[in-house]
């Protein structure tokens, strides 16, 4: 079992940068598809961004694409979400979610599709 902690976030000017962090303990990162997800007062939660792995497969949201990149360090246990050209309509807390990476299909932008989580983290951008 891995237990995440997500770091990074705060409050951002639109236009300007974060880097979400996720560190994972209890089990090596390396064996578990990573994903990041968020979710805005009122809304419901969404994807944002997955990795397989062994980074070899990224994956988006429409909504991101171009702006965030998913990352990760197995070596470090860490997951990563850089995040630029951030805009009000991304604030959000964000968290962290993984499953064992089997090698198979999944649906990686379905939240159910993950077992860990974290507890999340606040990303407030400013107009």
């Known amino acids: 079992q891995v237990q995440l902690v997500e770091s990074g976030g705060g409050l951002v000017q639109a236009g300007g940068s974060l880097r979400l962090s996720c560190a994972a303990s209890?089990?090596?990162?390396?064996?578990?598809?990573m994903g990041w997800f968020r979710q805005a007062p009122g809304k419901e939660r969404e994807f944002v961004a997955a990795?397989?792995?062994?980074?070899?497969?990224?994956y988006y949201a429409d909504s991101v694409k171009g702006r965030f990149t998913i990352s990760r360090d197995n070596a470090k246990n860490t997951v990563y979400l850089q995040m630029n050209t951030l805009k009000p309509e991304d604030t959000a807390v964000y968290y962290c979610?993984?499953?064992?990476?089997?090698?198979?299909?999944?649906?990686?932008?379905?939240?159910?599709?993950?077992?860990?989580w974290g507890q999340g983290t606040q990303v407030t951008v400013s107009s």
């Open positions: 979610a993984g499953r064992m990476d089997y090698g198979g299909r999944f649906t990686y932008n379905a939240g159910a599709s993950y077992d860990y």
């Open positions: 990795i397989n792995w062994s980074a070899s497969n990224t």
């Open positions: 209890g089990r090596a990162l390396s064996y578990y598809y």
